[in-house]
Nanobody
């Protein structure tokens, strides 16, 4: 099972980016979480979404600026990032727990517990700088 994050890049403060997570190798039913890791800092939870898309969570640091969504037909999860700040600079990862349970994913993301996630994609780098 593989996840693949993409869409990172260099953007000025106040700008926007949309990250994508390709989860096409997963069977139905997996919740997906986004984590990020800035240089010299621990990996932290950013957002997560249930398989159906009706339940989601945002860390306080991104609430009101980031929007998570998913396209079940394309097996993709998106993270729309608006009003980006320099402190959003990090490697961004999408991840899933072993059985894709939403509550387990929520606990891991909200609690900044990346070790509870089993499947990880390669990170995509987001740099916010003028």
């Amino acid at each position: 099972l593989q996840l693949q994050a993409s869409g990172g890049g260099l953007v000025q403060p106040g700008g926007s980016l949309r990250l994508s997570c390709d989860a096409s190798s997963f069977t139905d039913g997996y919740a997906i979480g986004w984590f990020r890791q800035a240089p010299g800092k621990k990996r932290e939870g950013v957002s997560c979404i249930s398989f159906e898309g009706g339940s989601y969570f945002y860390a306080d640091s991104v609430k009101g600026r980031f929007t998570i969504s998913r396209d079940r037909v394309k097996s993709k999860v998106y993270l729309q990032m608006n009003s980006l700040k320099p402190e959003d600079t990090a490697l961004y990862y999408c991840a899933a727990t072993e059985d894709g349970d939403y509550l387990e994913t929520l606990t891991a993301v909200a609690g900044d517990q990346p070790d509870d996630m089993k499947y990880w994609g390669k990170g995509t780098l987001v740099t916010v700088s003028s």
